[in-house]
């Protein structure tokens, strides 16, 4: 009986016919048009704080790269939270192409589901129409030329975040967590969803690390302690930045004042300067050696 190719492999080895053939049934990734780089925000659970570090992410970024324009898009289609935390409301209007033209605020493009549906309103969507919202919202949005686009992620690793990784080139991943252990267990998964998917991990953001009392000074690591510095030893990655546990980031967030903006000489705005100078360091490095 002729041998089929590569039956005599060893087991849990692909051949490369396997691997040709598993390339050709994925989708091909497609660049959106003027972006120079795509960053996803990502978290393996909710309550983090993943929109509320992508919006002043991208915010600092805007500050530490003043060459070119920053966008922020919302892919959680049924908790869309960047229109109240940019101070944004309204529809967007069509292009001639029937290209949906972003919104703007503090020098920022956006676009969310939350543009297209009532604030209030309950997004009770099957699999196929969410699918169909996630690629309109990547691939039918008028960005113009961006130095950066900011992908706030929904929480998980499920149909969504593997529809992104294979229908557009993604330059890298940011995984926020808490220190908590619950959590970080969870931003694991996320991390190793994207390698899995040739994504590389920029690094990342240790969220509500501190609380500093502001009457006496006092600080208390109410969630755990340097977590996340373990976990990105262990994944061999760098931590971009801790974020502390701040009324005025939470204030700002709610206001639609982000605190990048509203208290640009604070500790907290200097945290997500911060994280941004490291994620520009980080591109610029994968930019060389491409």
């Known amino acids: 009986m002729k041998s089929h190719p590569g039956i ?25 048009p003027n972006v120079e780089n795509v960053i996803v925000v ?43 935390m940019m101070n944004l409301t309204g529809a967007p209007e069509l292009d001639k192409d029937d290209n949906m033209i972003p919104l703007s605020n503090y020098g ?40 950066y686009l900011v992908l706030d992620m929904p929480p998980g ?15 890298g991943a940011v995984i926020v967590s808490t220190p908590q252990d619950i959590a970080l267990l969870d931003a694991r998964r996320g991390a190793e969803m994207f390698r899995k998917v040739d994504i590389p991990v920029l690094g990342l953001v240790q969220n509500m690390s501190v609380f500093c009392c502001p009457k006496c000074g006092h600080e208390e690591h109410i969630f755990g302690k340097d977590g996340a510095a373990e976990m990105a030893q262990e994944l061999d990655v760098d931590v971009l930045g ?12 709610d206001k639609g004042q982000p605190v990048v903006l509203s208290h640009p000489t604070s500790p907290q705005a200097r945290s997500y300067i911060h994280i941004a100078e490291k994620i520009k360091e980080k591109i610029d490095a994968l930019r060389s050696e491409a």
């Open 42 to 84: 990502a978290s393996g659970k909710g309550g983090v704080g993943k929109s509320t570090t992508s919006v002043n992410v991208a915010l600092a970024l805007s500050e530490v790269d003043r060459a070119g324009a920053v966008g922020l898009l919302d892919m959680d289609v049924f908790g869309p939270s960047i229109p109240r």
């Open 242 to 253: 801790d974020v502390p546990l701040n009324l005025q980031i939470r204030l700002g967030a």
């Open 108 to 147: 920022i493009k956006c676009m969310s589901m939350g543009f297209l549906v009532e604030e209030k309103a309950a997004v009770v969507w099957r699999g196929p129409m969410v699918m169909s919202a996630v690629q309109r919202l990547l691939l039918r949005t008028a960005w113009g030329k961006l130095k």
């Open 8 to 32: 005599h492999a060893k087991k849990g080895q692909v051949t490369e016919r396997q691997k040709n053939l598993m390339a050709r049934s994925l989708p091909k990734r497609s660049k959106i």
């Open 157 to 171: 690793t499920g149909d969504t975040q593997l529809s992104i990784s294979q229908l557009i080139s993604v330059t």
